[in-house]
């Protein structure tokens, strides 16, 4: 069973420092991974993608992937109340498998 | 701006009934995707389709099949709709199976 595993949360981080959130994989032939941003009540919403082992920065993103250890992780710097979501990593093999994601609280 | 389309955003059906979710993506994509989304459970597939005419089961396909007659319509109809199919409803599509999937705004279905 190939799986995606996030930890639940909730990770509270106070508003401008640097929130880390990590997820891991089982299926070693995983080539694309994802991170998804969703809003309680809400869809969710593309917010990264990376391909290669490495840093991979957009604006006040960075996600980070590490395929010998089969580890993901998106930073989110400068944190703002509005970085308050639900984030879910997802992993394409042979197909896209999410993870269950990581409830975000930032602190004012 | 591109868009994947779900027909309604709140929906109440009673047991038994035969019910249709609609999907639309105006993006040309080859691929569509049906999830529900319940707490603590994340997203688990339910149909997908990488072509016209062509359907897969995910890994929850009880008391669902889906419709593709046309590329941007893509169909989830519940046969005989019961308390428990009662979520969250996502549909998704993507251009490639490597590229990141685009929802649509997700259809409430309550089944009393």
């Known amino acids: 069973q190939k799986e995606v595993e996030q930890n639940s949360g909730p990770l509270s981080v106070p508003e401008g420092a640097i929130a880390s959130l990590n997820c891991t994989y089982s299926?070693?032939?995983?080539?694309?991974f994802f991170w998804y941003r969703q809003y309680s009540g809400k869809s969710p919403e593309l917010i990264m993608f990376?391909?290669?082992?490495g840093d991979k920065e957009d604006g006040r993103f960075t996600a980070q992937l590490n395929k010998a250890s089969q580890y993901v992780s998106l930073l989110i710097r400068d944190s703002q109340p509005s970085d308050s979501a639900t984030y879910l990593c997802?992993?394409?093999?042979?197909?896209?498998?999410f993870g269950k994601g990581t409830r975000l609280h930032i602190l004012p | 701006d591109v868009k994947v389309t779900q027909s309604s955003r709140y929906l109440v059906k009673r047991t038994g009934e035969k019910v249709f979710l609609e999907c639309v993506q105006d993006?040309?994509?080859?691929?569509m995707f049906w999830y529900r989304q319940d707490p603590g459970l994340g997203l688990r597939l339910i149909y997908f389709?990488?072509?016209?005419?062509?359907?897969e089961k995910g890994d929850i396909p009880e008391g669902y099949s889906v419709s593709r007659e046309k590329k941007e319509r893509f169909s989830l109809i519940l046969e005989s709709a019961s308390t428990n199919q009662t979520s969250m409803y996502l549909c998704?599509?993507?251009?490639?199976?490597?590229?990141?999937?685009?929802f649509g705004s997700g259809t409430r279905l309550t089944i009393v």
């Open positions: 993006m040309d994509h080859e691929n």
């Open positions: 997802a992993v394409n093999g042979d197909k896209i498998i």
């Open positions: 299926d070693r032939g995983s080539q694309s």
């Open positions: 990376i391909y290669s082992n």
């Open positions: 998704a599509s993507n251009g490639d199976t490597g590229y990141g999937y685009t």
């Open positions: 389709s990488y072509d016209v005419k062509m359907k």
